[in-house]
């Protein structure tokens, strides 16, 4: 995977939110820049933490529209796994989702661009698809 520099990562963040009638602004830079720091898939709390560390005037409802501006905007994308806190996930690109039982992790898997098993009802135009692999990563399953 092509990793951009932080230049154009602002760049990017600046086109998209742009796009959408939103601007940058320093808390959605900071929010944005979590996201991409360690791509772990953070609960909104998680990026809350994180983002204070740096800007410790940002509040939970700030967080929580910085948020809701990268989903908008399509910087990032929400993931949710079983009943737990949504996470939020910078990929764009089609992937899949690897929940790992053990310790909670979720990896990004590449997954074929079409998934010719899936049969969807003559007329249907799917946008997106969502597959979660649940399981135990590397580290659980030597453990186990």
């Known amino acids: 995977m092509k990793t951009r520099s932080h230049q154009q990562d602002e760049q990017h963040l600046t086109e998209q939110l742009g796009a959408t009638g939103l601007r940058l602004t ?3 830079q900071q929010v944005y820049d979590v996201l991409l720091l360690r791509r772990d898939h953070p609960t909104a709390e998680e990026v809350f933490i994180r983002a204070k560390k740096a800007m410790p ?23 949710n796994v079983e009943r ?3 996470r939020f996930c910078p990929n764009m690109t089609e992937h899949g989702h690897f929940h790992c039982s053990g310790c909670g992790t979720i990896y990004d898997v590449d997954l074929p661009h079409a998934l010719p098993c899936v049969v969807v009802p003559r007329g249907f135009k799917p946008l997106r698809h969502e597959v979660t692999i649940h399981g135990f990563c590397a580290d659980c399953a030597k453990k186990k």
């Open 26 to 28: 320093p808390q959605r």
């Open 57 to 79: 005037e940002i509040s939970h409802a700030t967080v929580y529209n910085c948020l809701d501006a990268l989903v908008k905007s399509g910087l990032a994308r929400q993931v």
């Open 84 to 86: 737990g806190a949504t």
